[in-house]
């Protein structure tokens, strides 16, 4: 391998590891949702995609810096998914019929999104601006663009702050309680309903700053949420469902393997890498590569 | 009534709406009944697995865009004629559905969703990779004027119509076979199904051979239809949402549900792609799907009968 | 006579938790066996790698004589190895005849059993064995519990066993109730199917079991005469506490 080579390599590894920092903010919310509650948000995505939107909104109206907004915001996708998990709770949880009528109505949900974003916005391509969008740093031969590095700090923060509450918060362990044994979390005297319902709060709420840090990192029209699903569902099962440290180490595998893709092999292919992992885990080992076992 | 029976009725049906396009005697009634006729085939093949089994499938699209592109390939390859192609179609369609299903039905329904929808992808960046079948740019196909004295777009709903006739009557007789009852005990507690003495996992891999096979075959005409397919309209999201929202609009217990979803769904999307547009249409498509699922969980047939 | 059931050195861990650690007995032909153990000391576990719903690591299972290693669970009902689940697990959306058929289509009919024909009448009579004859055209919701047990043993008694394994199939029923299923059971054996009980009720177990296997944290302890087994040592202080 030539120094050519080399300095490819380098550049790849460092934007894949980046890459993968925000891979974990965009599962965050899944990791929560399907790890921890069991519930298949598979409309996740196109809520990530709105979170791109109102960033995108807040950014060309305003002059806000797009992730400022989207941290500005956090209230509102959390009420957002507390009315989802409303309606979902009284339609399927309580008449015990969560599995085919429940998919479909993630399913809808993320369809309805879509379709709302493109009536609204069409399909052109929306950027953001902000200082950290040109620049990059050099490192000797590796470059780190700022518009990667600010988003993988930003990502790694969101998750750390998600990490924090989860272990020390009575609320955070009322959460993790609920993924194991909802009968423990009566014991402790708490609502299950309720803290199901917060979670799934958190859950949406996380899709605001990953929908920031994604239309930081590239530009954005309704359906790329699609190619997200597969990414998601796929670190979030390599992970081992529920586990952050799982997810972060997941998602950085998949960025650095896409990154390599995408440079020795052409772009075309990288959403397929995401899609065959995906495939390999279930059928190789479905209860993840970084889990417990 | 007897599967034979059925079948004369379904024919006379069949014979009836054919007549009665041909005497509106307008091209576009033909155009836009073979996209309804097509959704039936679609809906009741997503049913057999998804309201028979319980296996929700959100890769439609592939299957349907697999027989379109193996309609493709034969055609650059061979003179075969269309029915030959759609039997090839739904060989190459259910045998994808049987991979899938050997490598993810195993594990938990959810999963064999997921991996569904990750299969769609992973097929569509295979096709579109692809330059033998047109990659990204797309492939034309040219549609011969007519065949054996029928024009050809009324040929394609001819054999559409079949189709339908044949997908709704296997749908039909599998409910009360014993594989229907099989598969229903496999939907209703897969523990106690196997329990019980059902052969689990090969019914549902007869149940995805079969669904994906039907929206293959559903799929081979589509190039004649369309005459130019690229990927992003072959593996259009638009067919996942359509027939996942059409079996549970009209009601997955029965056959005749994913035949109604498919009639007024498709019929009121021809309808307002025209005079709407067709996102707004589609967007019509979604908000039934939840309000469905939320208020109806029975469906359309569910306000009828006990 | 050889033994119907034979289980020889039956291993099974769960991560590293030992769930069963080298269990051995036989049943004979006809026979009532007992299998009591407080909560946790791998009944359940046991009846699971019994029936194939999961597999042993260690040991090996032999029916009729024929080893049941890598046969499913499908496979083993086919051979006459049949259970009741410990919560009535019904099919929901099925009326209770129709029920009834899953067991006759998919593990009668492949042994050759069952003509078409008589699938109806068969559903009856067994429906009617249990009480339930009446509520043939019900779906399981509006069944009581009792009722609900009623249904999970007939639908065992469907696949024409020649063992039974009824797993708790009296918690959580009055006296009464107890006593009905009781009889249920002695009948069914009375007409020669060989039945494992697994029950925590010590009444129904003493006055059901000819023989009686304890099982402790995953290891048999006791193996014997029912009245003698219980009176043992080792059996008093793990039921008592030590």
């Given at each position: 391998?030539?120094l ?7 550049n790849?590894?460092?934007s894949?590891l980046?890459?993968?920092a925000?891979?974990?903010?965009v599962?965050i919310g899944v990791?929560?949702?399907?790890g ?5 948000n598979?409309?996740?995505?196109a809520?990530?995609?709105?979170g791109?939107y109102?960033?995108?909104i ?18 509102a ?12 709770d009284?339609?399927?949880e309580r008449r ?10 993630f399913?809808?949900?993320l369809?309805?999104t879509?379709?709302t974003?493109?009536?609204?916005f ?5 950027l953001v601006e902000?200082?950290y969008?040109?620049?990059s ?5 590796i ?10 700090l930003?990502s790694l ?8 509450f989860?272990?020390h918060?009575?609320t955070?362990r ?7 044994d ?5 014991l402790?005297?708490?609502n299950?309903?309720?803290i199901k319902?917060i979670?799934?709060g958190?859950s949406?709420?996380t899709a605001s ?8 990192i590239q530009?954005v029209?309704?359906?790329i949420?699609?190619?997200y699903?597969g990414?998601?569902f796929?670190?979030c099962?390599?992970?081992g ?8 180490a997941?998602a950085?595998?998949?960025g ?13 292919w ?9 495939l ?9 590569l970084?889990?417990?076992? | 009534?007897r ?15 054919f007549g009665?396009?041909?005497l509106?005697?307008n091209p576009?009634a033909?155009?836009?009944g073979?996209v ?5 085939v679609l809906?009741?093949?997503?049913n057999i697995?998804?309201?028979y089994?319980g296996y ?6 592939a299957f349907?865009a697999?027989?379109?592109?193996s309609t ?8 075969l004629?269309?029915?030959a192609?759609?039997l090839a179609g ?9 991979g899938t299903?050997?490598f993810?039905?195993?594990?938990r329904?959810?999963y064999?969703s997921?991996a569904t929808?990750?299969m ?6 295979l096709?579109?990779n692809?330059?033998f079948?047109g990659?990204s740019r ?5 549609r011969?004027a ?9 040929y394609?709903?001819?054999l559409?119509?079949l189709?339908?006739?044949a997908a709704v009557?296997?749908?039909r007789?599998i409910?009360?076979?014993r594989?229907?009852?099989?598969f229903a005990?496999?939907r209703?507690d ?11 996992l090969?019914?549902?891999l007869?149940?995805t051979?079969?669904?994906?096979g ?6 081979a005409?589509?190039?004649?239809y369309?005459t130019?397919?690229?990927p992003?309209s072959g ?12 079996p ?8 005749i549900?994913?035949v ?8 009121l999307?021809?309808v ?7 996102a707004?249409s589609l967007?019509?498509v979604?908000?039934?799907?939840v309000?469905?699922v939320v208020?109806?969980p ?5 306000w009828?009968g006990? | ?10 291993g ?13 007995f036989d ?5 009532r066996?007992g299998l009591?153990g ?11 790698c019994?029936?194939g719903t999961l ?7 032999r029916f009729?004589?024929?080893k049941?290693a890598?046969l499913?669970a ?13 919560l ?8 209770l ?5 899953v067991?006759?289509?998919y593990?009668?009919?492949p042994?050759?059993?069952a003509r078409?024909p008589d699938?109806a009448?068969?559903c009856t009579?067994?429906?009617g ?8 055209d019900?779906?399981?919701?509006d069944?009581?519990?009792?009722e ?5 043993l007939?639908?065992?008694m ?5 063992l039974?394994i009824?797993d708790?199939?009296?918690?959580g029923?009055?006296?009464?109730e107890v006593?009905e299923?009781?009889a249920?059971?002695?009948r069914l ?5 060989t039945?494992?009980m697994?029950?925590h009720i010590?009444r ?5 079991s000819?023989r009686?296997?304890v099982?402790?944290?995953g290891r048999?302890i006791?193996?014997g005469d029912?009245?003698?087994?219980v ?8 039921y008592?506490?030590?």
């Open positions: 391998m030539d050519l080579q080399l300095d490819l390599l380098g790849a590894l460092v894949g980046l890459l993968g925000f891979y974990a903010a599962t990791s929560i949702s399907f921890m509650l069991d519930i298949v598979i409309a996740h995505p809520f990530i995609i709105l791109s109102t960033a995108y807040a950014n060309t109206t305003l002059g806000v810096d797009p992730i400022l907004a989207s941290i500005v915001l956090l209230p996708f959390y009420l957002l998914g507390v009315a989802i998990y409303t309606v979902y009284l339609a399927f015990g019929d969560a599995s085919i009528r429940g998919l479909a109505f399913f809808g949900l369809f309805i879509e379709v974003l493109v009536l609204v069409g399909v052109d391509y929306r902000a200082v969008v040109g620049p740093i050099s490192l000797g031969p470059d780190l663009p700022l518009r990667l590095l600010v988003p993988a930003v923060a969101l998750i750390g702050a998600l990490q924090v989860m272990r918060s009575f955070g009322a959460i993790q309680a609920v993924a194991q909802p009968l423990a979390l009566r402790m005297a708490a299950p309903t309720r319902r979670a799934f958190l949406i709420a700053v990953a929908g920031a840090v994604l239309i930081v530009p029209e309704p359906s949420a699609r190619d699903i990414r998601v796929a670190i099962v390599m992970g469902l529920g586990s952050f440290g799982g997810t972060v997941a950085m595998t998949l650095i393997v896409e990154s390599l893709t995408a440079t020795f092999s052409g772009p075309s990288s959403p397929a890498v995401a899609f065959g992992f995906l390999l885990t279930l059928a190789l080992r479905p209860t993840g970084f889990g417990r076992s | 009534m599967t034979a029976g059925f079948v004369v009725l379904l024919l006379v049906v069949a014979a009836a709406v009665a396009a041909r509106v005697d576009y033909f155009f836009a073979y309804v006729l097509q959704y039936i809906a009741t093949a997503w697995l998804g309201g089994t929700v499938n959100f890769g439609t699209a349907f697999l027989g379109a592109y493709v390939a034969l055609h650059k390859l061979t003179a004629p269309l029915p192609m759609m739904g060989i190459v369609s259910g045998a994808v559905g049987l299903g050997y993810t039905l195993r594990l329904g959810t064999f997921i929808l990750a769609a992808v992973v097929v569509q960046t096709i579109t692809w330059s079948v990659g797309g492939a034309y196909v040219v011969p007519e065949v054996m004295g029928l024009d050809y777009v009324q394609l709903f001819l559409m119509l189709l339908a006739v009557t296997i749908a007789t409910e009360r076979s594989l229907g009852t099989g005990a496999i209703d897969e523990v106690a199904a196997e329990a019980n003495g059902v052969p689990t090969r019914l549902k007869v149940a051979a079969l669904s994906g039907l929206m293959g075959m559903a799929g005409p589509l190039p004649y369309v130019y397919l690229d992003a593996f259009s999201l638009s067919y996942a949402v359509n027939t996942i929202a059409m549970l609009i009209g009601g997955t217990a029965s056959w549900g994913p109604i979803g498919a009639v007024l769904l498709g019929t999307q021809q307002a792609t025209v005079t709407i547009s067709s707004l967007l019509i979604g908000l039934l799907l309000g469905f208020a109806a029975r469906g359309i047939i569910g009828f006990k | 006579m050889t033994a119907l059931l034979q289980v020889q050195g039956l099974k861990r769960f991560g590293g938790f030992v769930a069963l650690a080298d269990v051995s049943v004979a032909e006809g026979e066996l009591i407080p909560n946790g000391s791998g009944k359940s576990t046991l009846v699971n019994l029936c597999r042993n690591e260690s040991g090996e299972v009729a004589g024929q049941l890598g499913n499908h496979q083993r009902i086919r051979r006459g190895l049949a259970r009741s689940f410990q009535p697990r019904p099919f929901g959306t099925m009326t005849a129709e029920n009834l058929r067991p006759i289509l593990a009668v009919q042994r050759g059993g078409v699938i009448r068969r009579d067994l429906l064995m249990v009480g339930l004859a009446d509520k043939a019900r779906k399981p919701a069944l009581t519990q009792i609900m047990r009623k249904l999970e007939a639908r065992a469907a696949s024409e066993p020649r039974l009824a708790e199939a009296m918690a029923l009055s006296h009464q006593d299923i009781l249920l059971l002695l054996n009375a007409e020669g199917v039945i494992i697994i029950e010590m129904a177990v003493l006055a059901f000819q009686l296997v099982l402790v944290a048999k006791a193996d029912p009245q003698a087994v009176r043992e040592q080792a059996v008093v202080e793990a008592l506490g030590s």
